[in-house]
């Protein structure tokens, strides 16, 4: 056995392409086929990246159902109407949903694909496999946290009294940190995409096949971008010339000659991916447009808002495999066609905490937007300045009351607990308000004071005070219409 093809078993390279170059010897051997046989490694060396993303977003559906279980299960502690969206568990599923070692989910799992990944060294520059080998690992380590969630969660909810607001407060902290990993894995997928296709920018694809590539492509983008559009909160004010962008993409794909493609329009498989692939766009474009014309969805997802209806439970069905969406059948016809062509992506989905609708049901208040690691500089395009004076807690669970401390003169305020507003537009008096806080045990907890009306005598000035040891502490704050205050909450535990 030479020494090049021991290296490549020995690395695990599972790609089918490694057993045609090696099988007769050394890569020196073939001259004659070195080219083509270079352009066909890189190719499925590149995609190896894309596949594990696209395995990993399906992985990631999984939990993502197993999450809202969690959520449904402890909200009707809060008196929050339970609809089930699923109603299976970890005992259901593999250990790690990654893995698959019975192939329940892929035919490749995205940790063999991974494996795979960081297995790999040729063909690519040093620069960049590195790059992308990093942004993997980022990935990869989001999967891993996902996939240790899904038990932290059960074990709480399987061990806490959950009849004490405080362990239902602490469930829904673990929630949250779901929340966090699975944007995460969006923001970090987004970047290794347009590292790929800064990478594969100049491949050469067979002229053949050039008009219904880039047909292809701007369909893909056109519904991409209607996708991450969706994807924010209220969706986007462009989204109507996006419809009409995806629209026309999708009509000059649907009226490509297919004459001229024999090999995909005479082979059943082939036809059967691009009848779906149509169909699902134009499936899309429907959604699309009744979403901006409709406020209906389906009672399940009454909780969890339109947005979140559409993109996670409409669109993305149309879009990513599961769900029997286009990108799948999109990668299978570049394959059909054999050219020098990166696989298309498909986009992870969103995972929405649900809270009770009285959230002072649960007597405190808590962080939602999980560990903070560094205090912030600006809120709703206001500097931000950081107080002197800090308060220290050696309890997770802090009083704080709040007053006019001077002369009543109008003043209105909103008042943020890490990042959340946890109270809007209220008046100060002479008379103390009182919230009640629940410190998140590691990274930064901080109130913010933001002035909505600085009254007859500026700037606002609000007095915030808390008992240490039995003792008041007192702090004056001040915020303008143009900076507001924040103090820091240590937590010594």
């Not at 066909?40 to 995609?47: A, E």
């Not at 992506?345 to 962080?367: D, R, T």
Request: proline letters at 2%; a negative charge.
């Amino acid at each position: 056995m030479s020494i090049v093809k021991h290296k490549i078993m020995r690395k695990q390279l599972l790609l089918p392409i490694f057993l045609m170059l090696f099988s007769t010897g050394s890569f020196c051997s073939q001259p004659e086929n070195t080219t083509k046989d270079i352009e066909s490694l890189r190719k499925n060396i590149v995609n190896n990246y894309v596949d594990f993303v696209n395995e990993s977003v399906h992985g990631l559906l999984v939990i993502n159902r197993l999450l809202q279980g969690y959520n449904e299960d402890i909200n009707k502690y809060v008196d929050l109407e339970e609809y089930q969206l699923n109603r299976y568990s970890n005992k259901d599923l593999p250990a790690d949903i990654f893995e698959d070692e019975e192939k329940w989910f892929y035919d490749i799992s995205p940790n063999n694909i991974y494996r795979n990944i960081m297995a790999a060294d040729m063909v690519l520059s040093k620069k960049e496999s590195n790059t992308l080998k990093d942004l993997a690992s980022q990935l990869n380590n989001i999967n891993k946290q996902s996939n240790a969630l899904r038990f932290e969660i059960e074990n709480l909810i399987r061990t806490l009294d959950l009849n004490k607001r405080e362990n239902i407060g602490l469930i829904y902290q673990k929630l949250e940190e779901g929340t966090e990993l699975y944007n995460s894995f969006y923001s970090i997928q987004m970047k290794m995409s347009n590292e790929l296709n800064n990478l594969t920018r100049n491949w050469v694809i067979d002229p053949t096949y050039t008009d219904l590539s880039s047909k292809m492509d701007n369909a893909y983008n056109a519904m991409r971008q209607g996708l991450e559009a969706m994807r924010i909160e209220g969706g986007s004010k462009d989204l109507n010339k996006i419809i009409d962008v995806e629209y026309n993409a999708f009509s000059e794909l649907n009226n490509t000659d297919k004459s001229k493609y024999p090999n995909i329009f005479n082979s059943i498989r082939a036809k059967n991916s691009w009848n779906n692939m149509i169909s699902q766009m134009e499936k899309s474009i429907e959604i699309s447009r009744k979403y901006m014309i409709s406020d209906d969805i389906m009672e399940e997802y009454n909780l969890y808002g339109k947005d979140y209806f559409y993109y996670n439970g409409e669109l993305l069905g149309c879009f990513n495999k599961y769900g029997l969406g286009m990108v799948n059948d999109m990668n299978k016809l570049i394959d059909v066609m054999g050219i020098e062509k990166i696989h298309y992506m498909e986009i992870a989905h969103l995972f929405k905490v649900v809270y009770p609708n009285k959230i002072e049901n649960l007597g405190y208040i808590f962080s939602k937007q999980g560990v903070v690691s560094a205090l912030p500089k600006s809120l709703a395009n206001r500097e931000i300045k950081v107080a002197n004076e800090k308060f220290v807690s050696e309890d997770k669970y802090i009083d704080v009351e709040f007053y006019d401390h001077f002369i009543e003169d109008g003043d209105v305020i909103s008042l943020y607990f890490n990042g959340d507003k946890i109270l809007e537009k209220v008046v100060l008096t002479k008379e103390h308000q009182k919230v009640r806080l629940m410190l998140n045990e590691t990274g930064k907890n901080y109130i913010t004071l933001y002035a909505e009306d600085m009254g007859s005598r500026p700037p606002t000035t609000m007095a915030i005070s808390y008992k240490m040891n039995g003792k008041e502490k007192e702090v004056i704050m001040n915020s303008t219409l143009k900076e507001s205050e924040l103090i820091e909450i240590l937590y010594n535990k």
